[in-house]
Every structure is written in C-alpha cells, then in structure tokens.
C-alpha cells in the first residue's frame, strides 16, 4: 500500500522507520554534543576556561567529523577516526 501521502508509511527497506518527512532518527538528539556542553559550563563555571577551551575544540571537532569522543568514568577522550577506502 503506497499512496501520495507518506505521513505514516514504514519504508521497510531502511533500516530507518519514516513519519512523514522525518525518519525516526531525527528526533534523536546526540548524547555527546548534550554531555559536552554541560561539561564546558561546569568547567567555565568553576573557574576553568582552559578546560572549557580545550572541551569546545575537542566539541567542534567532533561536530565536524575530524574525531571521535567516548566517555570513560563521565570524562570525555578524544580519537582520530581512521577512515578506510573499500577500494583497495
């Protein structure tokens, strides 16, 4: 069943349920942005803007893809991501 109307419809070859124009995803919002930027208010707020500097850098590299950021014990680490080519 398929109409003009996709409000609703389940695109079963996605992994990806779809309401609407919306996939189920997009409301997700990412754990780690939201832990980041509570991480750089506390710094910030107990006196440490070096650690909230550091914490911003490490918070716009990852909105950019450059690394990846893991929690270990609440405390964000930082790693490259290694990108690997299917080609060879």
Do not use: C
Not at 13 to 38: C, I, M, P, R, W
Not at 50 to 68: K, W
Request: charged share 30%; glycine share 6%; aromatic share 12%.
């Amino acid at each position: 069943m398929h109409d003009d109307d996709d409000s609703g419809d389940i695109d079963e070859g996605n992994s990806a349920v779809t309401y609407g124009k919306y996939t189920e995803y997009d409301n997700v919002y990412d754990f780690t942005e939201f832990k980041l930027h509570q991480l750089i208010e506390y710094a910030a707020s107990k006196g440490r803007p070096d650690v909230a500097a550091s914490m911003l850098e490490a918070l716009d590299a990852y909105m950019m893809g450059n690394i990846d950021i893991v929690f270990i014990d609440g405390w964000p680490h930082a790693s490259r991501q290694v990108l690997i080519d299917d080609d060879d």
